[in-house]
């Protein structure tokens, strides 16, 4: 069982196509390397997902996990809420744009050493014959 501490900033004024491009960088990534990497960017939404990666990691720490062993398994930016403004225009018109939020969330899980897998309980699945097979009579 993979045990997993899941941490969450919400409606940040960062466009989610921005903070996206930080959080696909440490998806997968050690803690402390992800954390090395977002010290040296230099975005805002690195500083964002470094303060919420720290959060993720004393939160781990309250579950009795160590540092070096936690590993980035999510790390995602979603869309939030949207701030409708409008751009003053020539001749008492205007044009609407909107200013976006983002939801970022990481989720911290621990590195399980690799056991060996065994077939002893696993069902064997007879791979599908092919047309070009039945007609040359092979079975598989």
């Known amino acids: 069982m993979i045990k997993i501490v899941t941490v969450a900033l919400r409606n940040q004024r960062i466009s989610p196509k921005k903070a996206r491009l930080v959080m696909r960088s ?6 402390s390397e992800a954390m ?3 010290e040296n960017q230099n ?3 690195s500083s964002l ?3 919420l990666l720290k959060s993720g990691i004393d939160a781990a720490q309250k579950k009795d996990f160590r540092e070096d062993e936690l590993f980035i398994k999510e790390a995602i930016a979603q869309d939030g809420k949207r701030m409708k403004r409008y751009f003053i225009r020539a001749r008492g018109r ?9 939801h970022l969330k990481i989720s911290l899980a621990k590195i399980e050493p ?19 097979d039945k007609k040359d009579g092979k079975e598989s």
């Open 36 to 38: 090395s990497l977002l």
């Open 43 to 45: 975005k805002k939404a």
């Open 49 to 51: 997902a470094l303060r």
């Open 26 to 31: 440490i998806h997968g990534k050690k803690a």
């Open 114 to 132: 690799l056991h060996a897998v065994s077939n002893a309980g696993k069902k064997v699945v007879k791979q599908r014959q092919t047309r070009k």
């Open 94 to 102: 205007s044009s609407p744009y909107t200013k976006k939020m983002s």
